[in-house]
């Protein structure tokens, strides 16, 4: 990451999409701030004001500023065209150009896999996810467990990780300057050493309700699959799951009984055919064609 990366970020009116097209059309932000005013209008297609900001390196003392913080708090910042950025998550056309990271920044170059659902989870749901993550945490090597860190599927998800000694990564609709619900920090502590947190959001960012449904798509984006365990008939996780399938991402749902208020969702998107059924690990493995050593073993959880 460059400091051009990061000015990028603040340039107002650019946004995550524009500064990613820029990267792409000039082939660095460093290139792109030895441009002209003209490159940038008639060759780039900016706005007129927008290129002038550029030109005039107005996001660059924020830019500054944030370095210094995220140095002092052990935060890194990783543009898109860095190694460590997630490669699933480079190949998707809105990624966000850059990610502040706290943890194990190699967490993010592993076998990511989406798990999310409803906030009011079930002791059924909770069942599910925990037979599930315990069941690929002994059969595929390196996987890391992505979700958002909020109420229901997410916590669960990334505590049962933590439990099986894998790796889990939460994705913020905020800045890391805090955490939100305050009553995750010390799970979030922990996956900071055993995962990370990453946002794309610069310190001192509220988690207001947009940044939840933007963030939904870094869930599904950096992940190899997605996992709905459950869901009502409406809600963020099926956000994430229509994200997963438009970046051509394998989606899976566990099904419910048809009078259960949150299985309507998955039992939609099966029904569909926009998520695969799936029962037990060896059948979101099978459907994967990631190795099953222990095919034998596995454990249906319902």
Same mark, same amino acid.
């Given at each position: 990451m460059t400091i051009e990366d990061l000015a990028l970020y603040f340039t107002k009116g650019l946004g995550s999409r524009g500064a990613a097209h820029l990267v #792409?059309?000039? &082939? !660095? %932000?460093e290139r792109i701030y030895e441009a002209s005013l003209s490159e940038l209008i008639n060759d780039a297609g900016l706005r007129p004001e927008i290129a002038e900001r550029i030109? %005039? *390196?107005e996001g660059t003392r924020e830019a500054e500023q944030e370095i210094k913080y995220c140095q002092r708090h052990d935060i890194r910042i990783i543009s898109a065209t860095d190694k460590e950025y997630p490669e699933a998550l480079r190949a998707t056309i809105d990624r966000p150009h850059i990610l502040f990271v706290m943890g194990?920044?190699?967490a993010l170059g592993k076998q990511c896999l989406a798990m999310v659902g409803t906030r009011e989870i079930t002791p059924s749901g909770i069942h599910s996810a925990n037979i599930l993550i315990k069941d690929l945490g002994e059969q595929v090597d390196n996987l890391c467990i992505v979700s958002g860190l909020a109420y229901g599927i997410d916590i669960c998800a990334h505590?049962? %990780?933590?439990e099986c000694g894998m790796q889990t990564v939460g994705v913020l609709? *905020? &800045?890391?300057?805090?955490?939100?619900? !305050?009553?995750h920090r010390t799970t979030a502590a922990s996956m900071v050493r055993q995962g990370g947190l990453l946002t794309e959001?610069? +310190?001192g960012t509220t988690p207001e309700k947009l940044n939840f449904v933007r963030r939904n798509r870094i869930v599904a984006g950096m992940s190899d699959a997605t996992i709905v365990v459950e869901s009502a008939s409406r809600g963020g996780a099926l956000i994430t799951a229509e994200? %997963?399938? +438009?970046?051509?991402?394998?989606?899976?749902a566990?099904? &419910?009984?048809? +009078? #259960?208020?949150? +299985?309507e969702g998955c039992n939609r998107l099966i029904k569909t055919n926009r998520a695969t059924l799936i029962q037990s690990a060896e059948d979101m493995l099978l459907a994967m064609r990631w190795p099953n050593p222990l095919a034998s073993n596995a454990t249906p959880v319902q």
């Open positions: #792409d059309h000039f &082939g !660095s %932000a030109v %005039a *390196h194990n920044v190699e505590r049962t %990780a933590l609709a *905020h &800045g890391l300057d805090r955490i939100y619900p !305050s009553v959001y610069m +310190s994200l %997963a399938e +438009s970046y051509h991402r394998d989606v899976f566990f099904p &419910g009984r048809v +009078s #259960d208020k949150y +299985s």
